[in-house]
């Protein structure tokens, strides 16, 4: 019974600590990959552009990152990526759904992420 105990002792820290690492893994791959952060009320900055940010601060990203996928992927697996992550991410899917106009801004400035990151991938591999 004490080995029993000693085991369980043993154990529960690192099986905690697996799923914090997992946990945390997967909020980052939710909200890392995805691109985009929320910055409050800034719906439009002072230089003209609007939305958080205006673009400037998504400038240096991995392509490969914004459609979810990996540099070692085939063309067919990008395409997937990028077909599911417009339709995902569409602003047409939006607007009949009363939402915030905010929202569909968001919505707008990832789907045009999405598409110049696939258009940068398309360049890089000479996809057509």
Do not use: W
């Not at 002792?9 to 690192?14: D, I, N, Q, S």
């Not at 799923?19 to 719906?43: A, E, H």
């Not at 997937?80 to 569409?90: E, I, Q, W």
């Amino acid at each position: 019974m004490a080995l029993i105990f000693r085991l369980i002792r043993l154990a529960l820290p690192l099986i905690i600590g697996f799923l914090l690492i997992r946990l945390v893994r997967n909020l980052v791959t939710t909200f890392g990959s995805g691109g985009y952060t929320y910055q409050g009320n800034s719906s439009s900055s002072s230089n003209g552009q609007s939305g958080p940010s205006a673009g400037k601060q998504r400038a240096n990203v991995d392509p490969y990152t914004v459609l979810g996928c990996r540099r070692r992927d085939s063309d067919e697996d990008i395409r997937k990526c990028y077909r599911k992550m417009v339709a995902k991410y569409h602003p047409d899917k939006f607007i009949g759904q009363e939402l915030d106009d905010e929202f569909i801004e968001l919505a707008t400035m990832r789907f045009k992420e999405i598409q110049n990151a696939y258009d940068q991938i398309r360049k890089m591999r000479g996809m057509h």
